[in-house]
């Protein structure tokens, strides 16, 4: 089976490599057939398309199994950009994978390095969180768990969600740069910098700003608003966690070693275990 990337906007992205593979395959499992189906239309091909989304995924396991062990070749594409990154797909990935099959990367656009190659913040190191949670109280208790990281934060989000997480960026880190990536690749792409208040300014005096699908990426943490214990604490909790050592026990024995702060501590080896840094 091969995992392909698809265009996020600009249908010339779609490299040569993938649109071979998409006119060759048996069939290709798409996240929305119509969708997909605009763009076979665009490159003249014509082939089988089966749904599978986050609703059906676990049950479509065991249908496109049966078909590669009969010896059909499957690609697996998303609405856009690379299938897995925030979008269905690792379910399937995983089993086919556990089963023995052969899973092939048709590697493309990926909107998260697309919006950091522009950004202008450091790449050497960051963290990807996809869709934050859809209510301020979890989304600002995310925001606040890796507030002391020293690396690029890089977030998803929707148009009618937009506002509220720049509200919550505002509260959680008023003087950090964000940049705020949308549209990419399309007609009306737009980068905009600035902290979260004065964004959100950007968009009341253009509604428009806040429009389309975005990527939020959020500035790490400058060195003068760590202090000693939580760059010792940062070292600490990683290699305890790099030795497979679970999150409590880890934030117990950093709480041992350097005082108080436990549930800080917990926060901290949370943000380290669930976003480790993304080197795509």
């Not at 979008?87 to 099959?101: H, I, K, T």
């Not at 790490?220 to 790099?242: C, I, K, N, S, Y």
């Amino acid at each position: 089976m091969y995992v392909v990337a698809t265009p996020i906007g600009n249908l010339e992205d779609l490299s040569v490599r993938a649109g071979r593979v998409l006119a060759e395959v048996d069939a290709i499992a798409a996240e929305d057939t119509r969708h997909t189906q605009r763009l076979l239309r665009h490159l003249g091909i014509e082939r089988p398309l089966v749904s599978l989304h986050e609703h059906n995924e676990s049950a479509r396991v065991e249908q496109l199994l049966t078909r590669l062990r009969a010896g059909a070749s499957l690609a697996l594409v998303s609405d856009a950009g690379t299938p897995l990154i925030s979008d269905p797909g690792f379910v399937l990935v995983r089993e086919l994978r556990q089963a023995g099959c052969r899973v092939v990367p048709i590697p493309g656009a990926c909107a998260l390095i697309t919006a950091l190659s522009v950004a202008g913040l450091p790449t050497d190191r960051f963290t990807f969180e996809g869709f934050l949670p859809a209510k301020s109280g979890p989304r600002q208790r995310q925001l606040e768990a890796g507030i002391a990281r020293p690396e690029t934060r890089v977030f998803y989000e929707s148009p009618h969600r937009i506002r509220d997480l720049l509200v919550d960026i505002d509260q959680v880190a008023a003087s950090r740069q964000v940049v705020l990536a949308r549209e990419l690749t399309k007609t009306f792409e737009t980068l905009l910098d600035g902290t979260a208040s004065e964004l959100l300014a950007q968009m009341e005096a253009d509604s428009d700003q806040a429009r389309g699908e975005f990527v939020v990426m959020l500035a790490g943490a400058p060195a003068d608003e760590r202090d000693a214990d939580e760059v010792a604490a940062e070292t600490l909790l990683q290699a305890l966690l790099d030795e497979g050592v679970p999150v409590k026990s880890a934030a117990a024995v950093t709480t041992r070693m350097l005082g108080g702060r436990r549930k800080q501590w917990y926060q901290m080896a949370l943000a380290l275990k669930s976003g480790a840094p993304d080197h795509a």
